[in-house]
């Protein structure tokens, strides 16, 4: 019994118990990248068919409208592919990287503007779509003039 509460003591000291929570976060962080990348891959097999199917049964005329769509399937493939990249940043240096999120954010928000539909879009909406981008954007920027400016100190 007095061996099982030495090792549980020692499991419990500052860096043992930090090389747990280290393994763990790289576990959980692997599997991330696993589910991810199936996540990809179903995305672009669904992007494919439903290119080949809107290619060839949609009239000409009404081909503008799934433009949206399509553009819509383009850039959920590309937010996937950002977080996959914020994922493996993660793996190699162990930093979330906010260069990379605020980025993988302005994609996202990107989308949305892209396939927004105006007839069922408010005002506040809209407005809040604005507030979203302008708050990213500044935020991009000083995140990039932060990372530009480390190098000379």
């Not at 060839?56 to 493939?77: E, K, M």
Request: charged share 20%.
């Amino acid at each position: 019994m007095r061996k099982l509460l030495k090792q549980v003591r020692q499991a419990f000291q500052d860096e043992s118990f930090l090389q747990y929570v280290r393994y763990v976060e790289s576990f959980v962080s692997k599997v991330l990248s696993i589910g991810m990348v199936i996540v990809i891959l179903v995305a672009v097999y669904d992007l494919g068919l439903f290119l080949l199917a809107e290619l060839f049964t949609t009239p000409i005329a009404r081909f503008s409208t799934t433009f949206f769509t399509i553009f819509g399937l383009f850039l959920n493939v590309l937010i996937a592919l950002e977080i996959l990249e914020n994922i493996t940043a993660y793996l190699k240096k162990h930093v979330i990287q906010v260069e990379l999120v605020i980025s993988t954010s302005l994609i996202a928000v990107s989308r949305k503007i892209i396939i927004l539909d105006l007839e069922k879009t408010s005002g506040t909406d809209l407005i809040a779509l604005a507030a979203a981008i302008f708050s990213l954007s500044i935020s991009y920027w000083i995140i990039k003039r932060i990372n530009w400016r480390s190098p000379d100190q």
